[in-house]
């Protein structure tokens, strides 16, 4: 996202404190022109097809204090969904590091090769295994000697798509660092291409 680089500003107000956990960023934010209601705590997101900023959930006061514990209780609760969501998975979290893959560079073809997505990537809380390993399904950017940066990709733990920037990948992984539960998902995705090819092959 594109910030100004000397304020950020929310409508009239001034982003004093920002903090991103999670799928939401909680601002606080003054606005010392309005009398009545100087201080504003809203979230922040940019989950939309053009990443513009979505700001929802607003509030204001004129007391810093409560303003300051609405500020901080959101982000203790961004904390726990965090928590929460880390507790379900079922998989190892230890991160891979370069040691585990073949380094990217613009001579390999990564199509339908399993990645590694660089941990300075993801967001802190997200540097964890299951979000570092993706299928790459295509992108003018998984070409070898690729002009394009696009690489599409699906995320072997969680099924999501995704897309991201050639240099976002830190390489394709070794065989022998592949961990089981990823090649039982491989298998499970080669399963549903071959049956969503049958049903295609049918439907003509």
């Not at 939309?48 to 204090?65: E, K, R």
Request: aromatic letters at 8%.
């Amino acid at each position: 996202m594109k910030m100004n680089e000397e304020k950020r500003m929310v409508d009239t107000f001034e982003v004093k404190h920002a903090i991103h956990v999670g799928d939401k960023e909680i601002l606080f934010a003054v606005d010392n022109k309005k009398i009545d209601n100087p201080y504003m705590v809203c979230n922040c997101t940019w989950d939309n097809p053009l990443g513009i900023d979505h700001y929802f959930n607003a509030v204001v006061s004129a007391d810093y204090l409560e303003m300051m514990t609405v500020f901080t209780r959101r982000v203790i609760t961004q904390l726990e969904a965090v928590k929460a969501e880390r507790d379900k998975i079922t998989v190892p979290l230890q991160p891979f590091t370069p040691e585990h893959c073949i380094p990217n560079d613009n001579r390999q073809n990564l199509e339908n090769k399993v990645v590694l997505i660089r941990p300075e990537r993801l967001r802190p809380e997200y540097r964890t295994a299951d979000k570092q390993l993706v299928l790459v399904t295509g992108g003018f950017g998984a070409q070898a000697n690729a002009r394009g940066r696009a690489v599409y990709t699906i995320n072997l733990y969680s099924g999501k798509e995704s897309r991201w920037n050639r240099e976002d990948i830190l390489g394709i992984v070794k065989p022998e660092y592949l961990p089981d539960w990823a090649k039982e998902r491989l298998k499970q995705f080669e399963a549903e291409r071959k049956a969503k090819e049958k049903k295609q092959a049918q439907a003509r």
